[in-house]
């Protein structure tokens, strides 16, 4: 059995300094790690009596009862891929979802199938694409029940932005200049609709 919450609190209360604080750890020799000077962790707070509800939980409506997303540049009968409105620093932040609702752990094996295919095509265009280093694919689903898989392209060669700290550099790096993301968007789309679906940009 995994330590509850509970048993976790207290641990934690034990290990902080007078300031109710947990120690920070060394990020300053972490080469990935986005900030330098003092910075100091939250405190963690008491364990809730039960999860908070997510969008799309409880009478948090989801997106999916009433209409699509927008920024849809790629779609099959079952999936899409979107982005968002604007650029960020990042070359190319993607959203893999499906039009149903269901969320990850919801999949039956010709979901599964499915979704492994366009992740590997989604995943290997985007890692193709002059100047990207990496693609990082990420799953949280804290905010929204509906399932979503971040495909997240970093720029090849630049220190530092790496690793799980690079999504961090989308909100610091100067927004890619419009024309070039939508260009990109449409490469990553079209190249999709080569192996199923439609380009919608
Ligand atoms: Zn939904």
């Known amino acids: 059995m995994p330590e509850s919450a509970e048993e976790i609190y207290v641990r934690v209360t034990q290990a902080v300094a007078e300031d109710g604080r947990l120690p920070m750890p060394p990020t300053h020799e972490w080469d990935m790690f986005p900030w330098e000077g003092d910075m100091r962790p939250k405190v963690v707070q008491p364990p809730l009596a039960e999860e908070s509800p997510r969008v799309g939980e409880g009478d948090k409506p989801c997106w999916c009862a009433q209409d699509e997303p927008e920024q849809v540049i790629w779609r ?24 149903e609702h269901f969320d990850f752990s919801d999949m039956d094996d ?5 979704y492994g295919r366009i992740s590997n095509w989604l995943h290997r265009i985007m890692e193709h694409m002059p100047n990207i280093g990496r693609v990082h694919v990420c799953k949280w689903g804290d905010g929204t029940a ?8 970093r720029t090849a060669r630049l220190p530092h932005i790496v690793g799980s700290m690079a999504i961090e550099w989308n909100e610091m790096l100067p927004p890619v200049p419009e024309d070039v993301w939508r260009a990109d968007l449409k490469h990553v789309a079209d190249h999709l609709a080569t192996h199923d679906g439609e380009a919608l940009i």
């Open 76 to 99: 099959n009968e079952r999936w899409m891929v979107r982005s968002f409105d604007k650029p960020g620093g990042l070359p190319l932040i993607l959203i893999l979802q499906p039009f």
């Open 110 to 114: 010709e979901q599964a199938e499915e």
């Open 146 to 153: 509906h399932m979503h898989v971040w495909f997240i392209a």
